[in-house]
C-alpha cells in the first residue's frame, strides 16, 4: 500500500508554541528513522526504481536538496519578514539523481548534520520569531515556524512511508537471475 500523494494532502496549520520541542523531536529525528530504515540494503535495492517512481537513495537526495533550502525560511522568520522566500525546485532533478553515485553514508550523515543545525537555528529564534506570522507564497497562506516544523515533519514522514513502502514491495527485489549484463 502506497501512501497518499503528497500534492493530495491537506494540512491544518496553528500549531501552539508549546508543541515546539515535539515537533522539533519529530525533525530531528528524521535523519535516525532514515538510517534504520535504510541500513542494510543492499545498493542495488537502494538505487532500484519501481514504476518510473524515485529510488530510496532519490527520495533521500529530495530530502537533502530540499533540506538546503529551509535555512533561508529561518531567516525569514528572525527577521520577521512579512513574507516567506519561494522554495524552488524547479532544479532539483539532476541534483537528486547525483545522489544516486554516492555512498548512503554520506548522504544521511550530510543529512543529519545539516537537519540537526537548522533545527538548532529554529529552537535559537526569539519567542517573538516564533510567533511571527508570514505569508507563504507558495501555499498562498499565513504560516509560523510551527507550521514551518509540522509542515516538514509530515513531508518527511510522507517519504520515509513511500521509501518502506518501496523496500518491502516484493517486486522492488531485484533477482540476480533477471539483471542486464
Keep these: 500500500m502506497n501512501p497518499v500523494p503528497w500534492s493530495q494532502r491537506t494540512m491544518e496549520y496553528g500549531r501552539s508554541l508549546d508543541e515546539l520541542p515535539v515537533l522539533l ?3 530531528q529525528g528524521t535523519a535516525a528513522r532514515l538510517s534504520t530504515l535504510l541500513a542494510h540494503q543492499p545498493s542495488e535495492r537502494l538505487l532500484h526504481r519501481l514504476n518510473g517512481k524515485w529510488s530510496a537513495m532519490e527520495h533521500l537526495g529530495h530530502l537533502l536538496t530540499l533540506q538546503d533550502r529551509f535555512d533561508p525560511r529561518v531567516d525569514d522568520f528572525q527577521q520577521r519578514r512579512t513574507r516567506l522566500c519561494n522554495i524552488s525546485l524547479h532544479d532539483q532533478e539532476p541534483i537528486v539523481q547525483g545522489h ?82
Excluded at 103 to 113: H, I, K, Q, S
Excluded at 140 to 152: G, K
Design 25 to 27: 523531536e519529530r525533525v
Design 100 to 181: 544516486r553515485s554516492r555512498m548512503l553514508g554520506d548522504v544521511l550523515e550530510e543529512f543529519r548534520l545539516k537537519r540537526l543545525e537548522f533545527a538548532k537555528r529554529v529552537e535559537r529564534l526569539h519567542r517573538r520569531s516564533l510567533e511571527h506570522v508570514a505569508y507563504h507564497p507558495c501555499q498562498d497562506r499565513t504560516m509560523r515556524p510551527m507550521d514551518m516544523l509540522y509542515w516538514i515533519a509530515e513531508h518527511d514522514d510522507h517519504h520515509l512511508a513511500s521509501v518502506r513502502a518501496l523496500l518491502n514491495d516484493p517486486l522492488s527485489v531485484i533477482r540476480p537471475e533477471l539483471r542486464l549484463k
